[in-house]
């Protein structure tokens, strides 16, 4: 449970260079179509940011909230122009209850269905999409980066979300300075297929990381509230890890660690994992580990078998 300071200098500074490096490119390259490898690699950059900001939001990095919140800010909101305040509250909520069709924010039906009764239940466009949402999810993920930027400007108009100015005027800073960047160096249509092929693809590796971690797993609903332990293990999947695997995803392929202690330090839950499973085995809880290609499979297995009640009913 103890901090990582060399650890977390290390990854930063390495992630800070490769970023600063893809945009000195991007200028000296000019208007050229050789611009879209850029934007493949600053997709990988944006999500290694994203993961950065999510270790920040845990106090992983520092102890207390305030550096945390302004590292946030510049990492999140400045760097990748995802707000760092909504993506906090709702990450807090899901870690509270995962997997809870009630209280997760991440089962949220507003395109996808992710539940049988969600599925009954749905009109408009989810139920539209969910007949064949299994098919449709790694696509859908390609608006996944364009959403993440909309949520954060959304969220300033609620009421809960604190700091709202500070919020609003770095996610202002990071579009105006994105878009003018872009626009300057390159034609208008080289420009919109560079936004395009960069804010896609980190849709694409985002969801990459996050959806193995639970869909497809049980599902809570109502007054059904297991004690902690069974809570988030029997609702999370770990990915079995390489070193390759640990750091693209930034370490939340273990994700039951993770969500046992999530204050822990990513680096530190490739050494819990035999730990925990080892815990659970003598306590009878089931504990589940695949591979990421087979995490993907049940995950998109379970959106299809979701869907069916749809397409029997169309």
């Known amino acids: 449970m103890a901090r990582r300071p060399g650890y977390y200098v290390a990854r930063i500074g390495i992630i800070a260079v490769l970023f600063a490096a893809a945009w000195a490119a991007f200028f000296l390259i000019g208007d050229s179509w050789w611009q879209l490898p850029i934007a493949a690699f600053l997709a990988v950059m944006f999500a290694q940011i994203a993961l950065v900001s999510h270790d920040l939001a845990h106090r992983q990095v520092f102890r207390t909230r305030r550096p945390s919140q302004l590292a946030g800010w510049i990492a999140g909101n400045l760097g990748i122009g995802m707000s760092y305040g909504w993506w906090m509250d709702k990450h807090t909520r899901h870690h509270a209850n995962p997997n809870h069709e009630d209280l997760d924010p991440d089962l949220n039906p507003d395109v996808l269905v992710w539940t049988d009764g969600q599925a009954k239940a749905s009109r408009g466009i989810p139920r539209f999409i969910g007949r064949w949402q299994g098919y449709l999810f790694f696509p859908l993920l390609t608006l996944e980066g364009f959403n993440l930027h909309v949520s954060g400007f959304r969220a300033l108009f609620s009421p809960s979300l604190k700091n709202r100015w500070i919020e609003g005027a770095t996610l202002v800073v ?75 995803m930034g370490g939340l392929n273990y994700q039951i660690e993770h969500h046992l202690f999530p204050s822990m330090p990513s680096a530190y839950l490739r050494r819990a994992q035999p730990l925990v499973e080892a815990y659970c085995a003598e306590l009878g809880v089931s504990y589940l580990t695949t591979g990421l290609i087979e995490s993907w499979r049940q995950a998109l297995q379970h959106l299809n078998h979701v869907g069916a009640p749809i397409r029997e009913n169309a």
Do not use: E
């Not at 797993?217 to 293990?233: E, I, W």
């Open 174 to 248: 990071h579009v105006a300075a994105y878009l003018t960047a872009v626009f300057l160096v390159l034609s208008p249509g080289k420009a919109i297929v560079f936004i395009l092929v960069h804010q896609c693809l980190w849709g694409i590796y985002m969801g990459s990381i996050f959806a193995p971690n639970h869909k497809g797993m049980p599902t809570l609903a109502g007054d059904d509230r297991p004690d902690f332990l069974r809570r988030q293990v029997l609702t999370s999947r770990n990915v079995n890890g390489n070193w390759l695997i640990d750091n693209a």
